[in-house]
């Protein structure tokens, strides 16, 4: 693992604004990969936003070298909405990513990230299993025993509380999952960021080494 696992409160100046730039956009369902709905990457529909904001978050890895005109990132940023479940989140990575940023954008702190070790190795998620847990919402035999077996290969190392307005990063090869989508009826927002890459202009990848014994 090479990227560190950080926290910032307080993240947006106006979170309020951001909400309803989410609100006024259109979420669709996936594939059952992911539950809940997402907006196309924000990329597609507010350059700024999606400018303005993965800026902000490298700053928090890289405060000096955020601004610098030469330093370049790959990466996709959904707003994502899901709303209260029968089902919690499977326990997965992100391998095709370098890290992950989440920004907690709903009034209820009951529906935070967790990072995980692995203890044993686990069986190959079923996505139909999957299908049945996050788009039907059924509280599927089929769903609980994917779940069972999901959870008792791993052991949970550290949890963050889905407080308004936080901002967590971690890398995208830790283990990570959600046990509890939120008890309020409404939706749990977020903003999704997976960074592919980041580096200097035709330069080598910026890498952020984290001593073994330090990582979390």
């Known amino acids: 693992m090479l990227w560190p696992t950080l926290c910032v409160d307080d993240f947006f100046k106006n979170p309020e604004a951001v909400i309803d730039f989410a609100n006024k956009q259109k979420f669709s369902k996936g594939d059952g990969r ?12 507010s350059k700024e936003f999606f400018a303005d904001t993965t800026q902000k978050i490298v700053a ?19 707003f994502q909405r899901i709303p209260k479940s029968k089902n919690p989140g499977l326990v997965h990575t992100d391998p ?19 990072i995980y070790k692995q203890i044993k190795t686990p069986i190959p998620d079923d996505l139909e299993s999957k299908k049945k847990g996050y788009l039907k919402d ?9 779940l069972k077996n999901n959870r ?9 509380t889905s407080l308004k307005n936080r901002m967590i990063l971690f890398d995208s090869r830790h283990h990570h999952g959600v046990e509890n989508f939120g008890k309020s009826k409404e939706p749990r927002l977020t903003l999704i960021t997976f960074f592919r890459s980041i580096g200097k202009e035709g330069g080598e990848p910026l ?9 979390p």
Not at 67 to 76: F, G, K, Q
Not at 138 to 146: H, I, P, Y
Not at 207 to 215: D, F, M, P, Q, S
């Open 60 to 78: 928090a890895l890289y405060p000096k070298e955020a601004l610098d005109p030469n330093l370049r990132w790959i990466a996709e940023q959904y």
């Open 207 to 215: 890498k952020y080494h984290v001593n073994e014994c330090t990582r």
């Open 34 to 45: 992911w539950p809940g709905e997402r907006t196309e990457s924000t990329n597609l529909y």
């Open 152 to 160: 008792e290969c791993f052991q949970k190392t550290l949890e963050f």
């Open 96 to 114: 095709k990513y370098e890290f992950t940023s989440v920004i907690y954008l709903s009034d209820h702190e009951d529906a935070g990230t967790a």
């Open 138 to 146: 059924e509280a599927s035999k089929e769903f609980q025993k994917a």
